[in-house]
Every structure is written in structure tokens, then in C-alpha cells.
């Protein structure tokens, strides 16, 4: 038979009487905690005027983008009618279900709000959020792998995997890929990229590679992956992923275009 079997994952880690810690859920902790520690780190290390209280403040802001931002996002591109039929779908974020591009929009509006209210810059804090998130992406994607979902098209390569609720066929392990390159990837080139102080110093410049980079990773990754059930494939056998993605690819380049004559004065 071809494909491997896919490994007996329990989608919750462990149980506290009614109180159950998904994967999911901790993936979400752990990069938001991890980033938050990290930002600390980087505002002493390289002097950028933000104190121990703001920065808390500050994930406090991202993480209700996050949440909030990604849950509608899902809702409006991937729910379908359901969603807004049965509204209180809306809270049930430990089962899943968070568009990465909504979590973006929500996570640009908490920054510029945060931003305005501390009179700090709207760029220099997305630089910092960025630097972090492929971490949240990479454990994201681990999340649903264990999860059973968002795996990838019917294929005949030797790692294809046979997921239960993917009809045990042979499948790509989308998931794994899009933990590699939109995850651990990022965080390394990103991380590389801002040791080097002509490109930290020029505000905007880490958020724009990022987008550029998170957009043709997704969009190349899709080429891999199932589209939702309810969506299925646009024209041309484009995915919802993809179109989502293009506009990130243009204001990232747009951000390059503005702010890269500052990184190479």
C-alpha cells in the first residue's frame, strides 16, 4: 500500500477534569510566550526604548489580534454560511480554525493602536512582532498535522501519508512542508537578516520581507495542499491561500521600495 500510516496523535495533550490542553491551543501559548521573552531580550540588547511594562502591554494587544483577527479572518474566507448561521463558532478557537491572514490584519491593527498609544513607531514594533511569529506559524502548522487537518493533495511520493479523515489516501503532509518553509525558515533568514544594523535600523524593512517571503512560501505550498471542502479551487485551480496572499507580496514590496534607499545610505 502507498503512503505511510499516520501516527496515533490524540489531538489533546492531557486532561484536567472538563479542562482539556489541545495542541492547538499550546501551540498558541508557547510562540506567544516564546516571542514575548524574545522581544524583551531584543529591546535591551540593542537599546530600542521600550520598557519591561510596555512590552507586556504590547503582547496583550497582538495576542487579542491574533485571536480575534484569526478566528474572523477564518470565518469570513473559510467558514462558509455555517459560521455566521451558528455565530458561537466563533469562540470555539480549541477546535481550530484561524486563517493566518486574518491574524495579520489583526495583529497590524493592535500594533498601530499600541503604536499611537505609546507614540512609538507602528514599523519598529511590526519588525519586532515579525522576527518571532514564523515560530508561531512553525508550531501552528506542527498543531495541525497532529491534528488530522489541513493535509495535503492525493500523491504518490514516498512520504505520503494516509490520513484518517483524509479517507486514508496517500497525501502529501502539507502541513510539515509549511512548517519548514513558512516556519523555521523564516525564523532563521529573519533573525540572520537582523543582526546586521542597516537593515534593523531601516523600520519596516523585516515586516516587508517577511510578508514577501510568508506570501510566496504560502503560495507555493498550496501547489501542495487540499483546498477547504467548501471552497474548493477558484479559476485556474487558484486557491483561496494564493489570492490571499498576493496583496501581502505587493505591500511588502511596496514597504522594500519606500525603505531600502535608508537601509543602504
Not at 500510516?5 to 510562540?31: H, K, T, V
Not at 511520493?157 to 496517500?170: D, L, M, N, Q, T
Request: aromatic letters at 18%.
Amino acid at each position: 500500500m502507498i503512503g505511510l500510516e499516520f501516527p496515533d496523535i490524540s489531538p489533546i495533550i492531557f486532561s484536567i477534569g472538563p479542562l482539556s490542553i489541545r495542541w492547538y491551543s499550546m501551540a498558541y501559548l508557547i510562540g506567544i510566550l516564546f516571542g514575548w521573552l524574545m522581544i524583551n531580550r531584543n529591546v535591551e540588547k540593542y537599546q530600542l526604548g521600550l520598557e519591561r511594562a510596555q512590552v507586556e502591554d504590547f503582547i496583550f494587544y497582538i495576542t487579542f489580534g491574533i485571536i480575534i483577527g484569526g478566528r474572523l479572518g477564518y470565518a469570513i474566507f473559510y467558514g462558509g454560511s455555517s459560521m455566521w448561521l451558528k455565530p458561537w463558532h466563533l469562540l470555539e478557537i480549541w477546535k481550530g480554525g484561524m486563517s493566518f491572514h486574518g491574524g495579520v490584519a489583526g495583529v497590524i491593527l493592535a500594533t498601530w493602536l499600541y503604536s499611537r498609544k505609546i507614540k512609538y513607531s507602528f514599523l519598529g514594533l511590526t519588525d519586532l512582532v515579525v522576527l518571532y511569529a514564523p515560530l508561531g506559524i512553525f508550531l501552528g502548522r506542527l498543531a495541525n498535522f497532529a491534528n488530522d487537518e489541513l493535509w495535503g493533495r492525493v500523491t504518490t511520493v514516498p512520504w505520503a501519508i494516509r490520513f484518517p479523515s483524509g479517507g486514508y489516501e496517500p497525501r502529501h503532509p502539507s502541513q510539515l512542508y509549511e512548517a519548514f518553509f513558512e516556519g523555521l525558515l523564516m525564523f532563521i533568514v529573519l533573525n540572520w537578516l537582523w543582526r546586521y544594523s542597516r537593515i534593523r535600523n531601516a523600520k519596516g524593512m523585516v515586516s516587508a520581507l517577511f510578508v514577501v517571503c510568508y506570501g510566496c512560501f504560502r503560495i507555493a505550498m498550496e501547489q501542495f495542499r487540499e483546498p477547504d471542502a467548501q471552497l474548493g479551487f477558484f479559476f485556474g485551480g487558484v486557491t483561496m491561500g494564493q489570492m490571499l496572499s498576493v496583496p501581502l507580496i505587493v505591500v511588502g514590496l511596496l514597504v522594500i521600495w519606500r525603505v531600502w534607499p535608508k537601509s543602504a545610505a
